[in-house]
């Protein structure tokens, strides 16, 4: 009997889209460029109330398209300026040079006003503007373009469920049908999404290792030992990151709300099918079971939190790289599981140079969680956080960095922040 995949296709329709630049930032300029429209007009108000978690991954990362400048005020002023809302994650991709000399002069102005967000949402972000006697607000909450509320001059335009319905049919997901769906789905319905995700960022991969961008963790990694095929996968996964957290402005296809988490999920897992010589389904299948089980670890974590979501993606890769050398499933759940282990104390505090780095770590525990499971010496139930299967392991990790992490994050927060 052919079994139903669908609520996997859904998933990777909805997860595998294109972003220029860090999402957090560009999620700002979405919602701002969505206000913007709705406004009609040049804005004489503007307002933004974001969580402390926006804060956190906007601070420190450069927004595309903005000649190298980083903020809130900044990505506010670029979606107001540019103001292409269907474009989404990818609003600031054409900014033309008459626009990035507005939106310079619209950031540093002085007229937008930020507000710490009092609203529960990890996720959050509210845009108002006001001219003319006019005004508008959008509000985003808890993903990067699910735009929740629209208001103009107080009447309510769009008002929907603050949590999508997709999301809890999600937490139903089990390992045993992750694996079945990568080695066995029909790819039809999903070839045109990896194939996009495996060129995108094996090309910013790419533009990292040619380019210095930021701390050039992934150069400095190949030049260790650029003969080693491990060297390699961490270096080229770093790579993507240096150029993306530094300003480049090429797309990426995100996983999970997150490009570093796109990239994580697929570079590696492509520079092995391609040492290893893989049939082109293989290489498909591996990067499918990669990105599904990246998906299932930020099921129980959520989009943002203190816990570095690189780390999902690296036990993502470490799966897809067991895949390709015909792990049976037992062993890829060892992989998961080993990987989970080893790496689930590094903390995220926002979108930065130093992901790169974190990165890399992440993808050698995916790679340590593989050799583990290869020589049949894995973490067993009991220790540590290990459970007795990879699906409560997995429950285990979700609830330590929901719930757990809470106040880790707020006080890295007011670390960063200096509070």
């Not at 607000?137 to 309510?156: Q, Y």
């Not at 790579?239 to 570093?260: F, H, K, Q, W, Y």
């Not at 930020?298 to 067991?322: D, F, R, T, V």
Request: charged share 25%; aromatic share 4%; glycine share 8%.
């Amino acid at each position: 009997m052919q079994k139903n995949y669908a609520i996997y296709e859904e998933a990777l329709a909805e997860e595998l889209i294109p972003a220029m630049g860090c999402t957090e930032p560009i999620a700002i300029a979405y919602c701002a460029a969505v206000c913007r429209e709705q406004l009609g007009a040049e804005p004489e108000q503007i307002e933004i109330w974001v969580s402390r978690n926006i804060i956190k991954n906007v601070k420190s990362v450069v927004v595309p398209n903005t000649d190298h400048m980083k903020g809130i005020e900044v990505a506010c002023a670029a979606g107001i300026v540019a103001a292409h809302s269907e474009r989404q994650l990818e609003v600031l991709a054409y900014i033309t040079a008459e626009e990035k000399i507005a939106l310079k002069e619209l950031a540093e102005s002085g007229k937008i006003k930020i507000h710490v967000s009092e609203e529960p949402d990890i996720f959050y972000i509210r845009v108002f503007l006001a001219a003319n006697g006019q005004n508008a607000e959008v509000t985003i909450r808890t993903d990067h373009t699910n735009v929740t509320s629209i208001k103009k001059n107080g009447a309510t335009i769009l008002s929907k469920p603050i949590v999508p319905e997709e999301e809890e049919a999600k937490s139903l997901w089990r390992i045993e049908d992750v694996l079945d769906a990568a080695r066995h789905m029909p790819l039809d319905n999903v070839k045109h999404l990896l194939e996009r995700q495996i060129e995108y960022n094996m090309a910013i991969s790419k533009e990292g290792l040619d380019h210095d961008y930021g701390a050039s963790i992934g150069k400095i990694l190949l030049r260790r030992d650029p003969d080693s095929l491990r060297t390699r996968a961490r270096a080229s996964a770093a790579a993507g990151s240096d150029a993306r957290m530094n300003g480049c402005e090429l797309p990426v296809v995100i996983t999970s709300g997150s490009g570093n988490q796109g990239i994580t999920a697929s570079v590696p897992v492509v520079i092995y099918a391609h040492a290893l010589a893989a049939s082109e389904e293989k290489l498909l299948r591996a990067v499918l079971l990669s990105d599904l089980i990246t998906i299932y670890l930020k099921q129980g974590i959520g989009k943002l939190s203190a816990y570095c979501g690189a780390i999902s993606a690296g036990c993502g890769s470490g799966a897809g790289i067991a895949y390709l050398h015909d792990c049976t499933d037992e062993q890829i759940e060892h992989a998961v599981e080993n990987a989970l282990a080893i790496n689930s104390g590094i903390i995220c505090d926002g979108a930065k140079s130093s992901c790169a780095a974190k990165i890399a770590m992440a993808v050698e525990g995916g790679l340590l969680g593989f050799d583990m499971a290869m020589a049949e010496r894995n973490f067993e139930g009991g220790d540590g956080i290990v459970q007795e299967t990879a699906d409560e392991t997995i429950a285990a990790v979700g609830k330590i960095a929901s719930q757990g992490m809470v106040e880790t994050d707020k006080e890295i927060i007011d670390v960063m922040l200096g509070l």
